[in-house]
Each structure stands twice: as C-alpha cells, then as structure tokens.
C-alpha cells in the first residue's frame, strides 16, 4: 500500500483481519516522532461513513473523547449579528470535528498493533512496473503481490494505472485557493465563540470559516479567488490584509490576534477536483481515497468518503473471497459513480456556504425541506442529513436530491400546490429506510 493518510491505515486494518500481510510505504517522515507543518488541515469533519468504518475496525471508542459535536452552522453577518443554522432535526444528528493528526496516530498505531501492519516512512514512490509488480522508490526497488495506491490527488499510483488503461482523468481547478489561520483559547482556556458550531462568515464569492478544537482553539480557514480584485494575489501587504478584515470580516479581526504573520508564513492551498472513470488495473492494482477522487472540502466529505471506499472495499473482500480481479473491477464500477457524485456536490455545497445561506429563497426551501421531512419521515430527508447522518450511496443522493429540489422549487415558485407537491412526493421518491 502506498499512502500513510488516513485511510491507508483503515484499509490495512480491514485487510489484517482476513489475514493479510500489509506493507505501507510512506513519503513523509513518521508523525508520530515528528510534528506536522504548520497550516496543514489541523481538523477535520467527522460523520456517519466515516463512523461506520472507524467502528468496524474497532477503534472509534479510542477516538470518541477526542471528538467535538457540531450540531449546525453559526451564520456571521458582515454587521457581527449571527444565527444558528441545524444541521438536521434529531438530537444525533451533529458532525464532529476531529484532530487530523491526532486521528492519524491512532489509526496507525491501531493498525501496527495487528502485528501484520508494517510501516515503511521516508520512502518517496517515483513509479510503478505493473508488469514486474515492482515499487520504485528513490533509492530501492521493491516487489509487491497486490498494491493498493491511497497516496493522495497527485497519486503516482494512479499515474502508473493510466499508462496501462484507456482511463478517463481529469483535474478541475476551482480558481480559489485557502489559508488556515487560528483562533486561540481565552485566557481561561475556554473558546472564544460557541463550540458547538462549526462558524461561517460567508460573503458571496469568499468566505471565512472555523472548527473547534480540543483546547479551545478554532482552526480558521480563509477561501478566496486565486486572482481577481478581492483575491490571494491582491491582498498582500500588513495594510491590504488588515483592511480586508475590518471590511468583510470585523468582527473575526479581533479573534485572530496573528492574523498578518500566519497569513503570510502559513501555505497558499488550491483547491481542485479529482474525476476518474476507472480505479483500478486488473487484478494487480487499485486506488481509493483522494488518489481516486480527491475533492473540495465544502461537504466535509473528504475523508469520510475515503473511508467509506474502505467499507466498500471490505464488503467485496467478504463477497468474493480472493478472487481480486473481481473485487478490483467491482469496487471500480460501484464507487465511480459515486466518487462523481459528491464531488459535485461538495462543489455545490461551496457555492451554499459562501452566499446561499443568507438567500431568503434559501431560506425558505430549508424551512419547507425541514417540514417535509416530518410529513415524509421515510421518504424525504434533506440532500446534506442523507450525505451526513446516512450511508446512503452518494450517487444516489444525488439524484434524490435532484428530485426533491426541482419539487421544493416548484412548489415555491407557485407551480404546484400543496396538495400536489405531497402526491409527487408519494409517487416519485422510493422509502429509504
């Protein structure tokens, strides 16, 4: 296996227990011995997928203490007022931050702890002979019986498949970038804002957004344009960034009391999409995880969707035994539609995060989604509850959603009626429980 991430040592657990011998190799040093660079994804968001296969591999109950329940979103206006935004309607339905890196030591001691999990840190994959099933590292080559790439949007593994097969690959930019920043505990060690929240500062073509963290601090994340009047190339200076600020975010300014130094020393990310039609070669290779669908973090999906391709993965592993090729091209045709999916949606989710929340059509559809859920328990549930709180395929909840929303417009545009928006819902969405 190529990738130490987060998901590499959830699929070597599932493997281990069929009986497997896993070697992972990863470029990067071991974090375990070695902090991680400042301004790299500090937190993440935790939900249902992702549960669903911490708890399969029996380390969830090592990481529940460490996590934070988000029940909704906190709304910033540009005048400082704010409202709470639910998440869903049940008491359980909340999604959790969680500490990337706290996470990732877990799953890999977890993993190690099989005895049939080996790591191998410091090993940077140049490329990969599918014909021999050899890894060539900068300084070694290795052979393998079977790989698995979770090496992450720039997978050499994936690289290595597309000279074999006719795939369909593409990497679609976003034109916007990002930058962490951070939000430190109050001098009591307590948060600053709510922390039950996971807070938004939206403002149409960028936003500002914050997590919470165990010690009381938020990890803030800036999205704005790469290029343009109000973007990272535009806003340079001390004065452009403080200005900034004051103008769109004032009342974040006094939050964030390094604002100029970790905007200027801390990364410049860019934000992009993954699509690939085919994710693996014979029964010789496979990708999962970002190196198959690496997708923009608006959903906070990104690695629930990878450890959902665990899942999966682990559910053909039981259908078909050894038979690889089989589970390798099954794996394949179920999760590329679904890998498509929710990087549409998270690309969506953008566009609501940003601007939408604060559209009074917003507004109202969410009011009439919140409504026909409690009409129709078993049939309507709001596209982010099923992405969120569900292990519903995301492919269909794609197109679940698409439904419900044409419904939901027409009926608020005066197309349909009450009574007639209920019948259609009757008659064109199938029970999902």
Not at 213 to 235: H, K, M
Request: aromatic content about 12%.
């Amino acid at each position: 296996m190529i990738g130490a991430g987060l998901a590499g040592p959830v699929m070597a657990k599932y493997l281990s227990e069929y009986g497997y011998e896993v070697d992972i190799f990863e470029r990067r040093s071991d974090l375990r011995v070695l902090n991680q660079s400042a301004g790299r994804s500090i937190n993440l968001a935790l939900s249902a997928r992702g549960i669903k296969a911490l708890k399969d591999i029996d380390v969830f109950e090592k990481i529940k203490s460490t996590l934070l329940p988000m029940q909704g979103r906190m709304i910033h206006d540009q005048d400082g007022k704010t409202h709470m935004q639910l998440y869903g309607q049940k008491e359980d339905e909340v999604i959790y931050s969680v500490s990337r890196e706290n996470l990732n030591k877990v799953l890999m001691d977890h993993a190690e702890n099989t005895g049939k999990v080996n790591f191998h840190f410091d090993h940077k994959l140049l490329d990969v002979d599918l014909n021999n099933c050899e890894l060539n590292f900068e300084n070694v080559t290795i052979p393998f019986n079977r790989l698995l790439g979770v090496d992450g949007s720039s997978s050499i593994v994936r690289k290595s498949i597309e000279k074999k097969t006719p795939i369909k690959y593409k990497k679609k930019s976003l034109e916007h970038g990002y930058k962490e920043l951070s939000i430190p505990p109050n001098k009591n060690g307590g948060f600053m804002i709510e922390k039950t929240a996971l807070h938004i500062w939206p403002r149409g073509e960028f936003m500002l957004i914050a997590l919470p963290n165990l010690d009381g601090s938020f990890t803030c994340t800036l999205f704005l344009p790469l290029d343009g009047i109000l973007s990272f190339a535009s806003i340079q200076s001390k004065n452009e960034i403080l200005n900034f600020f004051k103008s769109y975010f004032p009342d974040a300014l006094d939050l964030i009391p390094n604002l100029y130094k970790e905007y200027k020393d801390n990364p410049l990310g860019r934000l992009a999409t993954i699509y690939c039609d085919k994710w693996n070669y014979k029964s010789t290779a496979a990708i999962l995880g970002d190196a198959a669908h690496a997708i923009v973090p608006f959903f906070g999906q990104g690695m629930n969707a990878s450890f959902q391709d665990c899942t999966v993965m682990n559910s053909l592993i039981k259908i078909f035994n050894d038979d690889w090729e089989k589970i390798f091209s099954e794996f394949s045709s179920l999760q590329v539609p679904n890998g498509h999916a929710i990087a549409n949606m998270a690309i969506e989710n953008y566009i609501e995060m940003r601007d939408s929340v604060n559209n009074p059509h917003y507004k109202e559809r969410r009011e009439l989604e919140l409504y026909l859920e409690n009409k129709f328990w078993n049939k309507f549930v709001p596209r982010y509850s099923m992405v969120s709180f569900y292990e519903i395929p995301y492919g269909q909840v794609y197109e679940r959603g698409k439904i419900q929303f044409n419904l939901m417009d027409s009926y608020i545009d005066g197309d349909l009626t009450k009574t007639q928006l209920h019948k259609n819902i009757e008659n064109q969405l199938k029970p999902i429980r």
